[in-house]
């Protein structure tokens, strides 16, 4: 007989950004810990089939998993808080692909000609999307995105509510996110919000097991009873999501709460307490470093920093490793065209991260050459790379009119540019390089490790991808020969060429671009090692190098 899946669906109310995704992936980590085999859903109330062509001031970065599934940002959160779980197209969907599905199979005549209707046809798809995501885990921790009430959220809302019946009350928990403010003038917490929100998710027949409070400060035993007297459950199920100095704060408050004993208990699980001592000791080293180092990091979308959230964490596990506070300096690459370096003085490394279109090149390009020319560390990631390319072939290997096919259609030197397979093909979309994909890297240069293996210790990895365009193998002898040294390549048959990977220069303390996306695997407890190494460099610049003592 199958083991009955456990399924935790967590909601939020009041208003956006609460948390959710955080609280979800806490959620996750903490049951992880206890031995249990967890996975982890998404599910975006939007129409988009998935957020790939989303700007990233409307809905952040763009997190891609190993099958090449570009998903919400908060699948960068589950992953980096979970250890063991692993996340497939199953693990986020959206409404645009539950109706898709839905509408296929009308057009297949699956319905047998009946009235297709959102009821039961769409959250009965809902719901065979969430089970087939399951799998072989044991729990599973659903996030419905978007606020209890939003009207695109209703199918989500009724098919959560639906599987309470079905799977059995016992098997599934309802967790509510809600906000709980404290009021300066009157000096006092105000619950009438979290009323409100649960007021609405009881009117569509969905009764929370358990609130989850953010709030700037820990709720009190009297107002948690308030909230539970007024919300149908008792106050031992009332927990503070208080403010925290870093989200890797955020599980070890829920778990002084007692928050995965209550949750555990209330599905019946039987399990140890979670062992969190190496957590507590990487949250440790992050409140209480031994270095400070400035990253300057040159981009178009500075004003929206979500738009950089994997590599801001990155930096965060890179800088844990090295016992080190990163403070990141967001530089507006517009800026830096208009011949404004200021920004870029005053940071021990320089960090270009990877992007789509025109606006803002050529202040990157110009931050490249000065971390080259400089001996600032550099770190130029998918296009941060190629721009990296493109500035070496113009100041160094006497291409004056070296780019990119992306900015220079028909450019005679174009030192990036499409495969030769996919020159001509009008539906660009067909045309990127998504997920994960191997490298081949180069151990040795003229008797000496390369940076690349230095950070790896091996010569064959797997790391994720999210581009279009590629540096040439026409320029590329060329390149090598000015002293660009390329150590990493993909010779995967199936591609049919030798692609660049990682390139850097050997007489520079430390300068590496990859086209691909490290930042995707970086997790707290395992740092990406090219971050590791890339802080460790930024660590030894000389620039503005802080010993601290006593920091809080």
Request: hydrophobic share 40%; proline share 4%.
């Amino acid at each position: 007989m199958a083991k009955q899946k456990k399924y935790i669906f967590v909601t939020g109310g009041v208003l956006s950004s609460i948390g959710k995704g955080i609280t979800a992936a806490s959620l996750g980590m903490l049951l992880e810990q206890r031995g249990i085999k967890v996975t982890m859903v998404k599910m975006d109330p939007y129409l988009n089939l998935d957020p790939g062509t989303m700007s990233p001031f409307q809905h952040g970065e763009v997190f891609v998993l190993d099958d090449g599934t570009e998903t919400d940002l908060d699948l960068g959160h589950y992953q980096r808080f979970t250890q063991h779980a692993k996340f497939t197209r199953k693990n986020s969907f959206t409404a645009g692909r539950v109706y898709e599905a839905v509408l296929k199979k009308e057009r297949a005549g699956e319905y047998l000609g009946k009235t297709v209707q959102v009821i039961p046809h769409v959250t009965d798809q809902i719901k065979e999307n969430i089970r087939a995501a399951v799998e072989d885990a044991d729990l599973a921790i659903i996030e419905v995105g978007g606020t209890v009430g939003d009207i695109e959220g209703l199918p989500f809302f009724e098919a959560i509510r639906q599987m309470k019946h079905q799977e059995g009350a016992e098997n599934v928990l309802f967790a509510h996110l809600t906000l709980v403010p404290y009021i300066a003038t009157a000096g006092e917490l105000k619950t009438k919000p979290t009323q409100h929100s649960v007021k609405e998710l009881r009117e569509i027949g969905i009764q929370p097991d358990v609130l989850i409070c953010r709030t700037d400060r820990v709720i009190d035993k009297e107002v948690k009873e308030k909230i539970g007297l007024f919300c149908n459950l008792s106050a031992d199920c009332v927990f503070s999501a208080r403010d925290a100095d870093s989200i890797y704060d955020v599980p070890l408050f829920f778990s002084e709460e007692g928050l995965d004993d209550r949750i555990a208990e209330k599905l019946g699980i039987w399990t140890g307490r979670p062992d969190l001592s190496k957590w507590k000791a990487m949250v440790d080293v992050i409140h209480h470093p031994k270095h400070e180092v400035k990253i300057g990091i040159v981009g178009k979308y500075t004003d929206w920093r979500d738009a950089y959230k994997s590599i801001s964490e990155s930096l965060i596990h890179g800088g844990a490793a090295n016992s080190t506070r990163v403070i990141p300096v967001y530089i507006d690459s517009e800026e830096l065209e208009k011949g404004n370096l200021s920004a870029i003085q005053d940071v021990n490394g320089i960090l270009v991260p990877g992007g789509f279109g025109e606006r803002g090149i050529e202040g990157k390009i110009k931050a490249i050459e000065y971390a080259r020319t400089e001996n600032i560390p550099f770190f130029g990631i998918c296009l941060g790379m190629q721009l990296a390319v493109v500035e070496f072939a113009r100041n160094v290997a006497g291409l004056d009119h070296a780019n990119s096919a992306e900015f220079k259609p028909g450019g005679d030197q174009n030192v990036i540019d499409l495969m030769e397979s996919q020159k001509g093909v009008t539906d660009l979309g067909g045309t990127m390089r998504l997920g994960a994909y191997s490298c081949q890297v180069l151990q040795k240069f003229n008797g000496k490790p390369t940076h690349a293996f230095l950070a790896y210790q091996k010569e064959k990895i797997s790391e994720r991808h999210r581009h279009r365009f590629e540096v040439s193998n026409q320029f590329r002898s060329r390149l090598e020969e000015s002293g660009l040294l390329v150590s990493g390549k993909n010779t995967d048959a199936a591609q049919g060429i030798e692609l660049v990977e990682m390139i850097e220069l050997p007489n520079h303390p430390w300068f590496l671009g990859c086209q691909f996306h490290p930042e995707l695997l970086s997790r707290p407890l395992d740092p990406h090692p090219l971050f590791v190494q890339f802080i460790k460099a930024s660590l030894s610049s000389g620039k503005a190098q802080t010993k601290l003592k006593g920091i809080k």
